[in-house]
């Protein structure tokens, strides 16, 4: 049971929230309607749009970009799984402790440091053309392959220092719980450390992804056909640039899916534990 | 979140649009010659000079060593033979560096002629000015001789290979309209292209006959030349010098070339540097 | 007729340990009998959180001996694995894991450490949870829990393997005044049921009760040590006397 008093600020509040709401939704439409005919009375609009805007050239060159994207999805697929799983392991054995596994270490953080310093671009080149180039038996000569290789050495030093960045964020306290149960360092690292150290760093991993969702399409300098080089062959043809804005707007839409998981994901995580 | 995007996006756009075209005037058709070419009235970038763009890097048989000013090089000696025609002294010819790519698209140009093997096709005129062909190319197949297109005879052969192409050549039209089973792979420069060649990436490369022949000889020498490549819808292909759109460079460019053609200039330059194309057999 | 006495426990003899170049324990010697509750008291800073965690070898020490059940396991050569299996620990700030549910923070160090079968563990966990008056918590996640509860937790992911030791770090001191008495009454009980105990408290009141032997510590060396009506009601030490009077002053006895 309220008091009068308190109906009254209800009401109040009420009447206050229905106008606020009116009057956002009038200013949106009034802004909308003046933005876009600011836009398209303006001088220059036609030639805009028939350069970037083209829908005719948009529908007919859906079909090859599609398929260029189809490429780029399942690279992405692929190379993310290998790198997520390459770059926990350089990150778990960054932390081995002791003298006998130094060279292990050493090796890690040589890896580390290298590929995060070496443009991606110089190990495409590197490995789609100069690998095959040496004739060792045993080495794929399939660009996508080889792109792909390249990619998962190059990606996997960043997020080696990710998952790193989230292992030493565990609290020592943590550790020296797991110790004190008589924990040894493999299970310390797999029932304790890891899954709170993931959940710590998954913004991060899931920024990584979407860089990784925009840098598969490099694999196309080694003359496979993904949407990028689909767009630029269209466009290159026709002089137009439309194919190069329908590419872009397909890989943000791309990126919104994801976006939208990491944010759910690291809800959920926070929701279960107060860590 | 949305609202400020959609802001952002109306501001760039009002930004583009509102910057008024500048509307480019059609060219008079035809070349012109004598007095309206003369060399003080030609409205070129820099006054007294002519200014030449080709690619970085360039290749034989068109330019040699990479140094298009010694004038060394089929387009190399066209082009001085066209600067010559105009009125300018060797020592008036300017050369800067255009990506392939860049100089066909409309636009403003850093050059006032571009010499790079610029086939003369319709779409490409929407966007630039083109003089009168300098030169007839065809385009051929090369392959390693380990490689199963090396003994291609036909055309209906070569669709089972592996092409490759650079990135918006009519090579590339070319292998496109062979119908290949495989899609063609596509590359960034011919370099790559050769690259992949010699891998075993790609088991046949697309290029004009000419550069075929140098490529064959010099470069690949265990690549040979399968065959030439018939032309689309029968129309020869051609080269041809490479204005801004609605230049009024072009009619006097196209007459040097005229001249150079009817005086014997373009067919003495091509025996002394495109001689060794020889013939490559015609798939059909 | 003598009996022979029973070997102790543990025995910590002449235990020292530096941080940076200063001596945080300066030659401690300690003995905890079988069944015995020995209450660790002393200024903060004296050294009682590090010598229960020398103890626990989760440091290493700089000189000094501890010995469990007669074994050093202060010697290199030994498994300090091995040992910290026959002690459990808890410490002031709970340390639960806190993606794993209060069940699975229990029969975690059974199941993976000593081999007891899923089943056994929880059933195992269970009457723990049960006896520390949690059994309704056994799916809950800590976070969901007061910090006194979360506390028996830890004390009963301490007991889940059966120690020959507990250890209790100040157990009391990061929780509400209204919540230290639900932990201490657990204490009791453990007491009463035969463990032996090495705890730091500042619960003097408490220490009187149950402990069998109260050893005061200061700048990391044993002052004074004897039952708790000796050194919480007549101290031989001045020392001593002068902690006791500044924490009856702050109205903590």
Partial sequence: MISDLQRDRLAYRRSRSRRSVLVAFASTVVFAAVAVLAVTSSPGWPRVRQSFFNAEIAWRTLPALLDGLWLNLRVLVVCEVLILVLALGIAVLRTLRGPVWFPVRALATGYVDFFRGLPLIICLYLIGFGLPGLRLSGIPNDPVLLGGIALVLVYSAYVAE???????????????????????????????????????????????????QKDCGLISVLGAVDAVRAAQITASSSYNFTPYVVAGLLFVLLAIPSGRLADWVSRRATNRQGA | MLKKKAVMAAVALLAVSACAPVDETPTAAGPATGAACAKDKLATLAAGKLTFGTDEPVYQPWFVDNKPESGQGFEAAVAYAVAGKLGYAPADVVWTRVPFNAAIQPGKKAYDVDVNEFSITDERKQAVDFSSPYYDVAQAVIAPKSSPAAAAKTLAELKKVKLGAQVGTTSYDAAQRLAPEQQVAVYNTNDDAKAALGNGQIQALVLDLPTAFYVTSAELPDATIVGQLPRGEGKPEQFGLVLDKGSSLTPCVSGAVDGLRSDGTLAKLEQEWLATAGNAPELK | ???????????????????????????????????????????????????????????????????????????????????????????????????????????????????????????????????????????????????????????????????????????????????????????????????????????????????????????????????????????RHERTRLFLRRVIDAGRI
């Fill in chain 3, 1 to 235: 007729m003598t009996v022979e006495p029973l070997e102790p426990v543990l025995s910590v003899r002449g235990l020292v340990k530096s941080y940076d170049g200063k001596r945080v324990l300066d030659g401690v010697d300690l003995d905890v009998g079988e069944h015995q509750v020995v209450v660790l008291i002393g200024p903060s800073g004296s050294g009682k959180s590090t010598l229960l965690r020398c103890v626990n070898l989760l440091e290493d020490l700089d000189d000094g001996q501890v010995l469990l059940d007669g074994d050093d396991i202060s010697d290199p050569r030994h498994d300090a694995g091995k040992a910290r299996r026959r002690m459990g620990i808890v410490f002031q700030a709970f340390n639960l894991f806190p993606h794993l549910s209060v069940l699975d923070n229990i029969t975690l160090a059974p199941r993976e450490v000593h081999g007891v079968p899923r089943k056994v563990a929880t059933q195992r966990a269970l009457d723990l949870l049960d006896r520390v008056g949690l059994s309704d918590k056994a799916n809950s996640y800590p976070d969901r829990l007061s910090g006194g509860q979360q506390q028996r937790v830890a004390i009963a992911r301490a007991l889940a393997y059966e120690p020959r030791l507990l250890l209790l770090d100040e157990i009391t001191s990061a929780l509400d005044p209204e919540l230290v008495g639900e932990v201490l009454a657990l204490v009791r009980e453990l007491a009463g049921q035969g463990r032996t105990i090495l705890m730091a408290t500042h619960e003097m009141g408490f220490a009187r009760q149950v402990a069998d032997q109260v050893v005061f510590l200061d700048h990391g060396s044993v002052v004074e040590t004897g039952p708790p009506e000796q050194v919480l009601g007549d101290p």
């Fill in chain 1, 162 to 212: 990710v998952f790193r960045a989230g292992i030493e964020s565990v609290h020592p306290s943590q550790l020296a719980a797991a110790k004190s149960l008589g924990l040894g360092h493999a299970k310390t690292m797999r029932i304790v450390v890891l899954p709170q150290a993931v959940r710590r760093v998954l913004p991060a991993l899931l920024n990584d992804f979407v860089a990784l």
